[in-house]
């Protein structure tokens, strides 16, 4: 009865981030479009006794209504081997993410546990995982002396079974600036936000602040490394910050067809160990 309902809750969901994401303007010339599909796998023990093995499958779609305007939106499907964490508090391979173990989850009363709660331990699970619909704006154009500066809005819908442990069961919001310049063959890039969480009874939440930032070479027309740092504040009471390295690279196989993929280190207990990921994307 319970994977039922989760099932239904999940499909009600879905339905609506449909309607909200279909633009009114989809028969205008200048409206592009992507879809992408990623793999990615992350492996940590996160300051617990044991580890946990997350699989995070993203399904992406974004709208450019203009040159400067982007709407984007992203459906994930997760697994993982317990519930020892709280999965992507903030997003997949397009969204700077958190994760929190249940210990440092859990309200000032105790570990989570009980009726639909989150508890240590136990078995595999998966399902949908929170959806993310962020909007983004380019407000000032790369220039020779001055960087592209692009600020953006995102609202983490509760679509995830947080009895699961794939998500807090909470509305999420926040915002963030984005730079970026091209200096010759290299592309510098960065991002700072700040994510506003909602109020648990279950879970310690808190705001936080997220970052990352790296460099990449355009190698050939069509290929292009690069090197990321991401990190986060502490997004719940009693954890540490997060902080981890990924060495990633873009390849424009034709042209409608892109291909990343990365590696990533943790630095931080509150990372994980270490984790790689690949996405598709095709844009019309």
Do not use: C
Not at 95 to 106: E, G, I, P, S, Y
């Amino acid at each position: 009865m319970r994977i039922r309902n989760t099932f239904s809750k999940q499909l009600k969901w879905l339905v609506l981030m449909t309607l909200l994401v279909t633009p009114v303007w989809a028969d205008a010339d200048e409206t592009r479009y992507s879809v992408g599909l990623g793999f990615e796998f992350a492996s940590g023990t996160y300051g617990t006794g044991s580890r946990t093995n997350t699989v995070f499958i993203p399904f992406t779609a974004a709208v450019y209504p203009s040159e400067r305007l982007d709407l984007f939106v992203e459906i994930p499907v997760i697994y993982q081997s317990n519930n020892n964490v709280v999965s992507r508090l903030g997003g997949g391979m397009h969204a700077q993410q958190a994760t929190a173990t249940t210990a440092a989850a859990a309200p000032a009363g105790g570990m989570m546990g009980g009726s639909g709660g989150m508890g240590s331990g136990g078995m595999g699970q998966g399902g949908i995982g929170d959806i993310t619909v962020r909007a983004g704006y380019v407000a000032s154009a790369e220039r020779a002396d001055m960087p592209a500066v692009r600020p953006n809005v995102f609202v983490k819908f509760p679509t995830a079974d947080s009895g699961m442990a794939l998500g807090t069961g909470e509305f999420d919001g926040g915002f963030a600036l984005e730079l970026w310049k091209w200096l010759d063959k290299w592309h510098t890039f960065a991002e700072a936000g700040y994510a506003i969480q909602g109020k648990s009874p279950a879970i310690a939440l808190k705001n936080y602040l997220f970052y990352s930032a790296g460099a990449g070479y355009q190698l050939t027309a069509r290929l292009r490394p690069m090197v990321v740092l991401k990190g986060a504040t502490a997004p719940v009471e009693g954890s540490v910050p997060l902080l981890e390295t990924r060495l990633k690279l873009k390849y424009q196989a034709t042209h409608r067809t892109g291909i990343e993929g990365y590696l990533a280190k943790g630095i931080t207990t509150a990372s994980p160990d270490y984790g790689a990921g690949i996405a598709v994307y095709y844009d019309f």
